[in-house]
C-alpha cells in the first residue's frame, strides 16, 4: 500500500512564503511524475506545478516565478517552495504522483491536502 503525506500549509499573509512537502511510503518500485495540485472553494482542482523523475518542470501561469517544485528521489519527497503569495493562491494542495508497485504496475495516487489560507 502506497501513501502520500503533505505537510507545511498554514496560515500566511500576502507576501509571505510557504514550503509544502509530500512524503511518499509503502511499496514503491518507482515514482514517475509528481505534482501539486490546488483547489480553492467553489472552483475545480487545478494543476499548479509537476516535475518528472528527471527533473524538468512545469508551472500554471498564474505561480510562473513566484513557486518552485523540486523532488528528493532518495527520500521520494516532492516540494513546493511558494513566494510572494496572494489571496488567489487560497485553497488546498494536494500532492500527485504516478507510482509503480511493481515494475509493470502503476497508478496515480492522491495526498489528503493540506489547507494554504493566504489572507491580504
Known amino acids: 500500500q502506497v501513501q502520500l503525506v503533505e505537510s507545511g500549509g498554514g496560515l500566511v499573509q500576502a507576501g509571505e512564503s510557504l514550503r509544502l512537502s509530500c512524503a511518499a511510503s509503502g511499496s514503491i518500485f518507482r515514482i514517475d511524475d509528481m505534482a501539486w495540485y490546488r483547489q480553492a472553494p467553489g472552483n475545480q482542482r487545478e494543476l499548479v506545478a509537476r516535475i518528472t523523475s528527471g527533473g524538468s518542470t512545469y508551472y500554471a501561469d498564474s505561480v510562473k516565478g513566484r513557486f518552485t517544485i523540486s523532488r528528493d528521489n532518495a527520500k521520494n519527497t516532492v516540494y513546493l517552495q511558494m513566494n510572494s503569495l496572494n489571496a488567489e493562491d487560497t485553497g488546498v494542495y494536494y500532492c500527485?504522483?504516478?507510482?509503480?508497485?511493481?515494475?509493470?504496475?502503476?497508478?496515480?495516487?492522491w495526498g489528503q491536502g493540506t489547507q494554504v489560507t493566504v489572507s491580504s
Open positions: 500527485n504522483a504516478y507510482i509503480y508497485t511493481m515494475l509493470t504496475l502503476g497508478y496515480t495516487f
